[in-house]
Nanobody
C-alpha cells in the first residue's frame, strides 16, 4: 500500500472548483502534519496548505488563503483540499506530504513521505 495517494485532479475553468483527496496508510496518517504542496512548470515546489492531524489546526499560503480549504477525516485516513475560485496560476501538480513532528513547517525537506502527485489545470 502506498503511504500517500492523491485523487481528484483534473481541469477546471477560471472561477471553478475542484476537490483533491489524499488517502494515507494508517501509519502515515498518524504523522504530525499533512500538507498539500504544488509545483508549476519551471517553478519551485511550494506548500499551499497544511493541517495538524492531532487538533486540525490549518495553515495556508497567502496565494490560496480564502479560496482553498484543507480538511482531514480520521475514519477515512484521508485529507482533502477544496479549491474554489480557481485561477490560472493554480495550475500545477499537487502533492500530498506527511511530516512527523506536527510543526507543519513549509519547507519540503521537513516532509518525509510524498504522494505521486495529481495534475490540476485551470484555463478559460
Amino acid at each position: 500500500q502506498a503511504q500517500l495517494e492523491e485523487f481528484g485532479g483534473g481541469s477546471a475553468e477560471i472561477g471553478g472548483s475542484l476537490r483533491l483527496s489524499c488517502v494515507a496508510s494508517p501509519v502515515t496518517y498518524g504523522a504530525g502534519c499533512l500538507a498539500w504542496f504544488r509545483q508549476a512548470p519551471g517553478k519551485e515546489r511550494e506548500r499551499a496548505a497544511a493541517i495538524r492531524v492531532r487538533d486540525g489546526t490549518t495553515f495556508y499560503s497567502d496565494s490560496v488563503k480564502g479560496r482553498f480549504k484543507i480538511s482531514r477525516d480520521h475514519a477515512q485516513k484521508a485529507m482533502y483540499l477544496q479549491m474554489n475560485n480557481l485561477k490560472p496560476e493554480d495550475t500545477a501538480t499537487y502533492y500530498c506530504a506527511a511530516e512527523r513532528r506536527g510543526f507543519c513547517l513549509s519547507g519540503i525537506d521537513d516532509y518525509y513521505s510524498w504522494g505521486q502527485g495529481t495534475q490540476v489545470t485551470v484555463s478559460s
